[in-house]
């Protein structure tokens, strides 16, 4: 069965600084990959997304992620964090063996940002 | 309507009330999701719609809760006997539903206090 794990339920970084968010998964079969956003009081959007291809996946609001089979990682990483990326970040892995395009989440990590 | 719109956005009922909360899916996404959404838990599968057919129920907690979807379109999700552990926002989304994984369309959610 697909599973996420997000290490670190909290991160707090200062503006300007590196945003590194970490998402590990496990998969029996080649996953696809997702990582979320939502911000308070929304509903969740999509920020990007691995199915196949180049392992180096380019988001929405200059975020990107890198899928590394070797180490059953996708974490999320932006240069430079901005006061408008505090919300909270999602995890997920499409559900195989389920429905047919559930995911299966993690448990969140909320991004704060600090002036 | 251009998203996935759920009402009533904000629900507060005693303990041993049934509740009905109401998804209007993107048009033309034959594919739909139930999610619940709990502080500090992640997102919860409860249950998915290929058209009005639900392949899916794995999820629902107990026999209290309920969803129908009608006319490929607009689902309700029912909670009989609410009890306070039911507490939680619930999300809904949607998608084309066709081939690979894809990208959920989430509304802004449902959010159930049960006094």
């Known amino acids: 069965a697909q599973s996420v794990t997000q290490l670190g339920s909290h991160v707090s970084v200062s503006e300007g600084a590196l945003v590194l968010l970490r998402c590990n998964y496990s998969s029996s079969v080649p996953p696809y990959l997702f990582w979320y956003v939502q911000y308070p009081n929304q509903g969740l959007q999509l920020l990007l997304k691995y199915t196949t291809g180049a392992t180096l996946v380019k988001g929405i609001n200059g975020f990107e992620a890198e899928f590394k089979k070797s180490e059953t990682s996708f974490h999320l990483t932006k240069p430079s964090a901005h006061m408008s990326d505090a919300a909270e970040y999602f995890c997920a892995v499409s559900d195989y063996g389920g429905s047919q395009g559930n995911l299966i989440f993690g448990k969140g990590t909320k991004l704060s940002v600090k002036p | 309507g251009a998203g996935v719109s759920q009402s009533p956005s904000n629900k507060v009922t005693e303990k041993g009330k049934d509740v009905e909360l109401r998804c209007d899916p993107i048009?033309?996404?034959?594919?739909l999701y139930w999610y619940r959404q709990s502080l500090g838990q992640g997102l919860e599968f409860l249950i998915y719609?290929?058209?009005?057919?639900?392949?899916?129920k794995s999820g629902l907690p107990s026999d209290r809760f309920s969803a129908e979807r009608t006319g490929g379109s607009v689902s309700t999700l029912t909670i009989q006997r609410t009890q306070q552990e039911d507490s939680a926002v619930y999300l809904c989304?949607?998608?084309?539903?066709?081939?690979?994984?894809?990208?959920?369309?989430f509304g802004e959610g449902s959010r159930l206090t049960v006094l």
């Open positions: 989304a949607s998608s084309l539903g066709q081939g690979l994984p894809g990208e959920l369309f």
């Open positions: 048009s033309g996404h034959t594919a």
């Open positions: 719609f290929q058209g009005n057919s639900a392949p899916d």
